[in-house]
């Protein structure tokens, strides 16, 4: 079995408050293979965009660090690698999409200017062959008249031709890992759907990992081979598309995709719902986080968090797992407990 592009191993990262650290990613496992998406699904405040950052090793600085884990980007551990180290990683083996593309641009710079900036930092590249290869990037991400757009300023253009900018910087040097965070929140139906071809496009073309961090069931339906899903900072629900749809173990997962519209007509008079919000971070307990939302709650849950065992085994595309006391009692197709 090959090694998987990235594999992420016991991940804590925390920031920094005037009560002290608050643990916000927690214990979070993933792997991620050439050529596979993997979603990162819940909803907002669940920590999915600071394990992307801390993925990246873009966390604030006196804000926020890693606790403690692994991030295996094949053969190196990028969270005890240099900074400098990991600068000359990050671009060129693993690269992000950030969720604003109109924030992701620097608006005193062209366009042009900003993807030679990208180029550069990694591959020597001078004078018209620069200039060549940024064309080619615009063309590759289907951006009309190239030569003219380089010359752009990010105010000048649409919402949904930055983000494809966006994209063509971060794929400047073809990575192995591309990072998605919400790559679609900000456009309309029709530029999401085109922004999601064209990953699916360049994942094609490429070869590359992908990983997408979204609150959407409908883009991981349509993009990912995998499916983790986070609550309250910790992965609670892990396994391919198919069994995450067909066969939802954990009660938040259960009620997300309740939550997801079907056409047709309504089979319900009142629209279903996950009651109360996600609990602060400070105010978490020893136990289940999901607890206080959760129908299926046991004494148990509120005493300790549940391990992650498996439901089902899958060799081709990794096994079904989750983390519920609840999913543990009522399935007869309990494996063993996964030690990762």
């Known amino acids: 079995m090959s090694r998987p592009v990235l ?25 991620v293979k050439r050529g596979e998406t993997v979603a990162i699904i819940g909803e907002s405040g669940c920590g999915k965009s600071l ?31 240099p ?71 990010p105010h000048r253009l649409s919402g949904g031709m930055c983000q494809r900018i966006a994209i063509a910087m971060a794929i400047a040097c073809e990575p192995r890992l591309l990072i998605a965070d919400e790559p679609t929140t900000a456009l309309d139906v029709t530029i999401q759907a085109q922004v999601l071809q064209l990953l699916q496009e360049l994942k094609a073309r490429t070869g590359m990992a992908l990983l997408i961090i979204t609150h959407d069931f409908g883009v ?63 105010a978490r307990g020893v136990g289940c986080p999901f607890a206080d939302r959760c129908d299926k709650v046991m004494e148990v849950c509120r005493r300790q968090a549940p391990a992650t065992i498996e439901v089902a085994q899958n060799s081709l595309n990794g096994n079904h797992e989750v983390a519920c006391w609840a999913a543990e009692l009522e399935s007869e197709r309990y494996v063993v407990t996964v030690d990762h």
């Open 220 to 282: 991981v339906a349509e993009m990912a081979d995998r499916v983790v899903v986070m609550y309250a900072g910790r992965k609670v629900e892990e396994g391919t598309v198919r069994e995450i749809f067909r066969d939802p173990r954990h009660p938040y997962t259960q009620g997300l995709l309740a939550l997801t519209l079907h056409p047709g007509p309504p089979k319900v008079d009142r629209l279903p719902e996950i009651r109360g919000v996600v609990p602060a971070y400070e």
């Open 7 to 31: 594999d992420v191993r016991n991940l804590s990262t925390a920031v920094t408050t005037r009560k002290g650290d608050l643990t916000i990613v927690d214990d979070l496992n993933l792997k």
């Open 83 to 153: 900074d400098r180290d990991v600068a000359r990683l990050r671009g060129r083996d693993i690269a992000m999409i950030f969720q604003d593309p109109m924030s992701a641009l620097n608006p005193v710079m062209t366009i042009g200017r900003q993807i030679e900036e990208a180029i550069r930092a990694h591959v020597d590249l001078k004078g018209e062959a620069l200039r060549a290869r940024s064309i080619e990037l615009l063309k590759l991400v289907h951006i009309p008249d190239p030569e003219a757009r380089l010359k752009e300023y």
């Open 51 to 81: 394990a992307a950052l801390s993925l990246m090793r873009l966390l604030p600085k006196g804000r926020a660090r890693i606790r403690g884990g692994e991030i295996r980007l094949e053969d190196r551990d990028l969270a005890k690698l």
